[in-house]
């Protein structure tokens, strides 16, 4: 599993430090689509936990909390970017 999680960190950076610019607003986008399926998910862990394992809702709410954070920054950068788009009165 260590030699996996090894190899998809190579194979994700050498994928995203090729991405040109152009295509950096649209993958923003998708990767908050994606965070917020994180968010769900780590909503539903949170609630099918039960109330004694502390580790489940503590990672849980680690999840909610840094994907929420993903998703807000995504939407102020992608946000940022379109704003570069637009004529200047």
């Given at each position: 599993?260590?030699?996996?999680?090894?190899?998809?960190?190579?194979?994700?950076?050498?994928?995203?430090a090729h991405v040109p610019s152009v295509l950096h607003t649209p993958?923003?986008s998708g990767s908050n689509a994606i965070h917020g399926v994180v968010?769900?998910?780590?909503?539903?862990?949170?609630?099918?936990?039960?109330?004694?394992?502390?580790?489940?809702?503590?990672?849980?709410?680690?999840?909610?909390?840094?994907?929420?954070?993903?998703?807000?920054?995504?939407?102020?950068?992608?946000?940022?970017?379109?704003?570069?788009?637009?004529?200047?009165?």
């Amino acid at each position: 599993m260590i030699y996996i999680l090894i190899l998809s960190i190579f194979l994700g950076v050498e994928v995203i430090a090729h991405v040109p610019s152009v295509l950096h607003t649209p993958l923003m986008s998708g990767s908050n689509a994606i965070h917020g399926v994180v968010i769900i998910g780590a909503i539903i862990v949170m609630g099918q936990a039960e109330a004694d394992n502390y580790l489940a809702l503590t990672l849980g709410f680690l999840a909610v909390v840094l994907g929420t954070l993903n998703v807000v920054g995504g939407f102020v950068v992608t946000d940022r970017m379109l704003e570069l788009f637009k004529k200047k009165k």
